[in-house]
C-alpha cells in the first residue's frame, strides 16, 4: 500500500482535471466527498475528511484501507462490499451503503455512502464520485412542527456566531413542562397536534427577524442578538401567555413552560457551551418551581457540575451492590422510662475519597434520578437483616426505615418487602416504615392504598417530619397512619418558649386523642427531654441526647450494656 504524503496528480489524470470544481463544492458541503481515478486507483478527499479521520494527505491510494479502521466491526462487511462492486461499476448507477463511522467525538453514528462512476469518452467508468453523509444530519427539520430542528439550530448559530466580531446576543431554551404526562394521559397524536399549535403559536409572538427551533422531545429554542436580560423576560411573558391553554374537544389543559437562556460572549463564546448553558440555565429553572425563566449562573452551573458526577458515581456504586453506601441507626427509647426500645435505619454515602457525604446532599439526587427505587430495595433488605440479628437482644425491637412516594409506586415494592420478611422471619410489626416528602403528595387514596397493604401484613405507618414544609394537621387528616414524628423545630427552643411549650403538648395530646403514638426528633439535653416525659406524655425520644446516628458494629453495643 502506497500512502505518499505527497501524491503527485498527472495532468491528464481526471482527479487534476476536476480540481477546481472539488474544491469549490467541499467548502459548502459538509458531507464528507471524495473523488477516484478509476485506473490509478488514487483518491482526492474533502478536507474535513483529512481533518476528522487524520488522514496522511487530501491525495491518497487505497482509501478503503484507510477508512476501515474508523468503520464499526461488524460494519466492515458493508464497506468491502461497495468498495467491491467499482471494479464492475456502470457508469451513471449509484453504489450504495449503511454503516456505522467513528465521530470526531470517539463515538459511532450511522453515515450513507453513495457513490457514481462517471465515464469517458468511449463510454468505460473513469472517475468515481462519493459522498458520505451522517444521517442525523441529512434530516434538519423536525417531522411534527416542521420548524428546523437542532442540527439546523446549531448550524445557523455558528454562523450567527460568526457574522461580526461584535456579535452578542443570547440563546433560549423554551422547554414545556410535564408536556410527557399530558401526551401519555391524552394520547400521542393530541401530544403531537398540541406542539404543532404551540410551535405555530410561539412562532407569532416571536419578533420576525427571530427564527424559532425545536429541539429534542419537548424542548424549543431561538437566538437574539443585542438583546438584555429585561427583554427575554418580556419575550418570555408572552410565550407563557401563549400556550397557558392546549385544547382538545372535551378538555382544556393547561400548560406551563420553564425558559434558559444563555449570553454570548459573555457566558461563553462557542456554540457547545453556550447551548449547554442555556440548557443548564433551564434546569434552574424547574428546579426553581417551573413555569419562569432563568439564566445562566456560574455558581450553579459548578455546583449542578458536582451533583452529575456524585451520580454518576452513585450509579457506579449501586452497579457495584450499593458498595458505597451505609447504614446508621439512631437509638429511639421509650419516654417514660429512658430505655432502648428501637433504632432509625438512616443512609450514608462514601465520596471518592472516603469521606461521609451529608444525607442531604445526595438522597435529593436518589429521588430526582429515581435511583431511590434499587438504593430502597438495598436499605430495607439490610435493615431486616439487622432487625433479624437484633432481636436476639431485644424481640421487639423497632427499626424504623424512610419511605419515598417513588417507592410506593414501584410496582413490585410490596412483593419486594413481603419476600424480604419471609426470608428473614421476622415480624413484622417491629418495622416502620415513615412516608417522606409528604409535601408531593397529591393522591392520598392512591398512598393510603400502597400503605394499608403493608399495614396488613403488620408493618407500623408513620408520618416524618410533622410541622416541617406540607405535613401539617390537614395531611395529618387525610394520611392514615399509626406513629407520627414530630420535627426537631419545635422542641429545639421548648424550654424558652412558652408558645412552643403549648404547641408540642397540644399536638401531642391531639394525637394521642385518635390513637396515634408520638415520636419526638431532636431532642438535644435533659431539660427538654424531662419537660416532653412529664409535661406532654411523649410516647418515644429519639435525638443526640440519648444517641447520635452509629454504624451496626457501634450500635450493637447498647444491646450488651
Known sequence: MNTNLFLELGDDSPLNRIKTYF???????????????????QVMLSKNFVRDFNFPDAIVEDFATLLTPFVWHDD???????IAQLDSATPGVEIFGEFRLLNRNGEYG????RMTAGADEFG????VAGVIARMDLKLKADYVTGLLNRNAFYSDLRKELNSSPNARGAVIFVGLDNFQLISETYGYEFGDNALKQLAQDITNILPPDIRLYKLDNDMFAFYVSDVYPEEIEIIFSSIQLCMREIRNIEDTIFCTASG?????????????????????ALEFARQKGKDQVAFFDTEYYDRWRYDIGMQNLMQNSIARGCEDFFLCYQPQVDAKTGKLVGAEALLRWYDRDGSVVAPMQFIPLLERSRMIIPVGHWIIENAVKTAKRWHEFMPNFEISVNISLYQLEEQMFYDFVK?????????????????????????WDYVNKQFNAFHELGIKIAMDDFGMGYANLAFLK?????????????VEDIV????????????????????????????????TYIFLRDVCNADVIQGFYFGYPETEDVFVKRFEQ
Open 23 to 41: 474544491d469549490a463544492l467541499q467548502n459548502s458541503a459538509d458531507e464528507y466527498l471524495f473523488a477516484m481515478d478509476v485506473s490509478t486507483g
Open 76 to 82: 466492515r462487511e458493508i464497506l468491502e462490499d461497495a
Open 110 to 113: 450511522w453515515v450513507t455512502l
Open 124 to 127: 468505460q467508468p473513469e472517475l
Open 260 to 280: 434558559g437562556a444563555a449570553f454570548y460572549p459573555d457566558d461563553a463564546d462557542d456554540v457547545i457551551n453556550l447551548t449547554r448553558y442555556a440548557e443548564v
Open 419 to 443: 419476600d424480604c420478611i419471609d426470608r428473614y422471619q421476622i415480624d413484622p410489626r417491629t418495622l416502620v416504615f415513615e412516608l417522606t416528602e409528604s409535601n408531593k403528595v397529591y393522591d
Open 478 to 490: 387525610n394520611f392514615k397512619c399509626n406513629q407520627v414524628k414530630i420535627d426537631r423545630f419545635f
Open 496 to 527: 424558652n418558649s412558652e408558645y412552643d411549650r403549648q404547641i408540642i403538648k397540644h399536638v401531642i395530646m391531639m394525637c394521642h386523642a385518635v390513637g396515634m403514638e408520638v415520636v419526638i426528633e431532636g431532642v438535644e439535653d435533659e431539660a
